[in-house]
């Protein structure tokens, strides 16, 4: 007996878990295993088999199991989720950052400026000029990957982040020129 030969009765009390047990090898010994201690049996389909049939609350014991399981697989989702977002934060104050060291410096504008001319001469020469065949993988190859380049220093000036930073400030400075004013109640 294996665990596949078991996944219709066990599919009977945790719809969830026989879809596991019919899988691949490797994921229905270990799922198997789980079942096997959760219910407090060998580790072997007979042992889970004849424990569903003899113990009533064997089935009780297995839908806590797949519950459990359930949660814990949400939980972990939600942590990951939890960190994707910090990352996000992360790199968001990282490029607020750069953009408050760099605000009025000249270098970010003129890297973007050369950038995108360096795009379009590319692109001229992609489309216009013809290119040797023994160049031609090369030259698409390189382009594609300057590409990335052109669009971080773009993103740089249009991101949201940036615009979020100018309305930002640009509602201190009113709110400042009220207050100065004697306009602000």
Do not use: C
């Amino acid at each position: 007996m294996n665990w596949k030969d078991i996944a219709s009765t066990v599919g009977t009390i945790a719809g969830s878990v026989a879809p596991l047990l019919g899988g691949p090898v490797g994921l229905a010994v270990s799922i198997g295993s789980q079942i096997a201690g959760a219910l407090g049996t060998d580790n072997s389909p007979a042992a889970v088999a004849a424990a569903l049939r003899s113990d009533p609350n064997a089935a009780l014991k297995l839908q806590e199991w797949a519950a459990l399981e359930r949660e814990q697989i949400r939980q972990s989702h939600l942590e990951l989720q939890k960190i994707a977002l910090e990352e996000y934060k992360t790199e968001l104050q990282d490029r607020q950052q750069a953009r408050i060291a760099h605000k009025d410096h000249w270098m970010p504008s003129a890297i973007t400026i050369f950038l995108l001319v360096m795009l379009a001469a590319q692109m001229a020469v992609l489309f216009f000029m013809p290119i040797p065949e023994g160049n031609r993988d090369l030259l698409v190859y390189l382009s594609g990957n300057f590409l990335p380049f052109v669009s971080a220093a773009v993103y740089y000036w249009v991101s949201s982040t940036k615009d979020a930073s100018e309305r930002e400030r640009k509602l201190s400075m009113s709110t400042t020129a009220q207050t100065a004013t004697g306009q602000h109640k």
